[in-house]
């Protein structure tokens, strides 16, 4: 089966006692069991609930992996794959890793004797070197945040394998409909399905994604231990939202890349970064390893100074002030005063993070209307 | 009360997707959420006693009490009045709740409403078996019979009925011939347009009173929730609006939610629902299994150019009748479906297939089924969002089987 037919039906099996199309909400926290010391396929909803299970089934056949595991968020899910890792062991990660996993590796992580180095992933004999005999985990997000950079995820999995460490890739932004790092070799799939897999910004959650068996029980392990699960009627909006996920990203993709042509013309525009644009610097990678688009996120560089930047954010009547992305409705924000506002000048200049730069999470809107919109904010 | 946001207010009309996600809505929404919040209030709170009378008094727009509205229903009441074309939407817990809401609003002792007949045969059923209880003479003319219709006005006659495409047959009214009956005679009139959708069909805009949707259908579009909706003129709908609040076939407000929620796709569903039954009904046509496809999408259809001037787009439902089967031939392709799912409905994301004789008209003696156009070889498919290839693969093999 295709992938938008798989999206509707795996994971989504009718209902044998209603014969409902749709799964039941399985709410409950505790299922009773055969007899005392027999179990039954679920027995308390941290280590397993039906709900969330259908979920978990459908991410990972998207995904095209074996298993999946649904969390309370994208960071609790981030956090579970680092735990894989005991002290003394070495993570390197890509120095545009999105700021939350930033500061999970350097202030949480690293309190357990577990080590941590940034390296451009773009870059991969700076990736290889920082490697060190001690390394476990190699984390990449391909497309990254805010630059667009992209990363090769498949030369990234072939030094991984050389090197026999496990590599991650925080799929959030390109989403399964555009890019499958696990087929193109990585171990471990995280995203945060707050974004395009809910879709519509009424859902906090968070997924990994695996293909082999042994390193989904490890984790499994660590989220039951943990438990930071996703909760039922939150499963519930992600299986309803995963039904419509290639509609919606192909759609918000299509619009993005007129977009970007778009403010790539406007000469109150500097400069865009959209790795559908040819001058990109990571477009052949991109048209590689992204099919049926080059996602939904754009930024642009103002002419124009930081106070600039605030007004034309700040004037948007269809785009709306907001940060978060992946949802229905088209999101603006400026990241020097948002999204990438803890990092000090000095910092947000040497990750090309300038005063005007504007990041868009382009939503469902009419092309004609989004245009239309950004054309007279970027007068104010 | 929060205002709707200005930009879907404007003078220029925004894009279909853009009224979809944002119509209705305020832009700045309780608690600075992007999404509006879901009220499960049953009451609302006055700050004293002068407030209670300030409000009845000034008929303040505020709430009362949850049978009276309810702040989320409201949102999408103006999203999806705006997506029709129309100035009043009001949302009930089903389809058929909101047509006899409307038809007991409408319809007093002695009046008169007339039905073209492949109309839903509950609404129908409930005018011939219930309203006639109180009075209400109700008359059926064959569908598109518009001189039929015609004939069959009286001096009493209240409202003129009809469903566009209909279910199962997928006749298209001409809205402009049965609008027109209903002004010449100062009739009010009345279409059941669930099958279309305003992305594919606005009947306000051909003259049309009032348009009906069972919005469980396309509109909610994930076949997990009911609610229908009544569409049309704000001084036509005032009073039927009060007999809601007294009969108090109110929806849930997490209902309201997922309809809002599903609403954002709407566009998208409806253009991929639009090309599923088109592939499907093209690709059933060339089978030679099968007899003959009911799609107003097919040129071979008794209501194509009717259908192609008026509507953008044909949706999802295809009826077909399989070549030379009895009712247990055409049980096994049924069954033999394995995408789709055997089950009444339509409109969601999984595509649903059923046998009209089995599924609606089992308790029916055959002379009626006759009458009603449903032979034993009928299937009604219901495509839902699946890829197409995945569609016909499922229908070659059941047909195949």
Redo the contacts between chains.
């Keep these: 089966m295709k992938f938008r037919t798989r999206a509707i039906h795996v994971g989504n099996a009718r209902d044998a006692q209603s014969g409902a199309v749709v799964p039941p909400i399985h709410v409950a926290s505790t299922f009773v069991q055969p007899a005392a010391g027999q179990w039954g396929q679920f027995d308390y909803s941290r280590s397993g609930n039906p709900t969330r299970a259908n979920l978990e089934q459908t991410l990972a056949s998207l995904e095209g992996g074996t298993r999946a595991l649904a969390f309370a968020s994208g960071m609790a899910a981030t956090h579970c794959a680092t735990m894989l890792l005991e002290a003394g062991q070495h993570i390197v990660a890509g120095t545009d890793i999105y700021g939350g996993t930033y500061r999970l590796l350097h202030k949480i992580v690293n309190r357990a004797g577990i080590r941590v180095t940034l390296a451009n992933s773009q870059d991969l004999a700076a990736l290889e070197a920082a490697i060190t005999p001690e390394t476990r985990l190699l984390w990449i997000e391909s497309p990254g945040n805010p630059l667009m950079s992209i990363t090769d995820i498949a030369a990234c999995a072939e030094l991984a394998r050389r090197r026999r460490i496990l590599l991650a890739v925080d799929n959030t932004f390109a989403s399964p409909v555009l890019t499958r790092p696990l087929e193109l070799g990585a171990q471990i799939v995280m995203h945060s399905a707050t974004k395009y897999l809910g879709g519509h910004s009424d859902v906090l959650g968070g997924a990994l994604v695996v293909a082999d068996q042994e390193l989904y029980d490890r984790l499994y392990f660590i989220q039951n231990a943990t438990g930071g699960v996703l909760g039922p009627f939150d499963s519930f909006l992600v299986s309803r939202g995963l039904k419509t996920l290639e509609l919606r990203v192909v759609e918000q993709c299509r619009t993005a890349q007129r977009l970007a042509e778009f403010l790539q013309t406007d000469a109150r525009v500097r400069r865009v970064l959209y790795p559908g644009l040819p001058a990109h610097p990571g477009h052949e990678i991109a048209a590689r390893q992204m099919h049926g688009g080059f996602g939904a996120m754009l930024s642009f560089e103002l002419e124009g100074d930081f106070e600039k930047t605030r007004r034309v954010v700040g004037a948007t009547r269809l785009f709306q002030l907001a940060v978060s992305l992946g949802a229905v409705e088209s999101l603006i924000e400026q990241p020097a005063a948002m999204s990438h506002a803890s990092y000090d000048p000095a910092a947000r200049a040497a990750h090309g993070i300038s005063d005007g730069l504007i990041r868009l999470s382009v939503g469902l809107e009419d092309f004609d209307d989004l245009r239309d919109d950004l054309h007279q904010a970027l007068d104010a | 009360m929060p205002k709707p946001s200005?930009?879907v207010q404007g003078q220029t009309r925004?894009?279909?997707?853009?009224l979809?996600?944002?119509a209705g809505e305020s832009?700045q929404k309780l608690g600075d959420s992007?999404?509006d919040p879901i009220i499960c209030a049953s009451t609302y709170t006055f700050e004293s006693t002068q407030a209670v009378i300030d409000f009845i008094e000034q008929k303040l727009p505020r709430e009362e009490y949850g049978r009276y509205g309810n702040p989320g229903e409201r949102v999408v009441e103006r999203k999806l009045a705006q997506l029709e074309g129309g100035e009043e939407a009001i949302l009930y817990s089903s389809g058929m709740a909101a047509i006899v809401g409307l038809l007991m609003s409408k319809l007093n002792a002695g009046d008169e409403v007339i039905f073209f007949d492949e109309c839903y045969h509950r609404s129908r059923e409930f005018c011939s078996k219930h309203l006639s209880r109180f009075g209400v003479v109700t008359r059926q003319v064959p569908a598109c019979d518009y001189r039929a219709m015609e004939a069959a006005i009286t001096p009493n006659t209240r409202l003129l009925v009809s469903e566009s495409p209909t279910n199962p047959h997928l006749s298209v009214v001409d809205l402009e011939q049965f609008a027109a009956i209903g002004k010449d005679h100062e009739i009010d009139t009345l279409i059941d347009a669930t099958l279309a959708t305003p992305y594919n069909l606005r009947p306000l805009d051909f003259g049309v009173d009032f348009v009906l949707h069972s919005a469980t259908k396309y509109l909610a579009g994930?076949?997990?929730l009911l609610a229908g909706v009544i569409i049309g003129a704000r001084d036509k709908l005032e009073p039927v609006r009060k007999l809601r609040g007294i009969l108090g076939a109110i929806n849930s407000p997490h209902n309201i939610y997922?309809l809002e929620?599903g609403l954002?796709?709407f566009?998208?569903?409806m253009q991929?629902h639009n090309e599923n039954g088109l592939r499907v009904a093209q690709f059933l046509e060339s089978h030679p299994r099968v007899e003959r496809v009911y799609y107003p999408g097919l040129a071979s259809h008794a209501y194509h150019d009717v259908a192609r001037r008026t509507m953008t787009g044909f949706g999802g439902l295809v009826t077909f009748l399989v070549r030379d089967a009895d009712w247990r031939q055409t049980a096994d392709v049924v069954d033999a479906a394995q995408?789709a799912?055997i089950?009444p409905s339509l409109g969601?994301?999984?595509t649903?297939i059923e046998q009209p004789l089995v599924m609606s008209y089992y308790e029916c003696s055959p002379e009626d089924r006759r009458r009603f156009g449903i032979p034993d070889n009928m299937i009604r498919l219901a495509c839902?969002?699946?890829?197409a290839?995945?569609l016909i693969a499922d229908l070659r093999q059941a047909l195949d089987a």
């Design positions: 200005s930009l925004p894009g279909f997707s853009t979809a996600v944002h832009r992007i999404t994930h076949n997990d997922l929620r954002k796709t566009e998208l569903r991929r995408v799912r089950a969601g994301a999984e649903l839902g969002l699946e890829n290839e995945d």
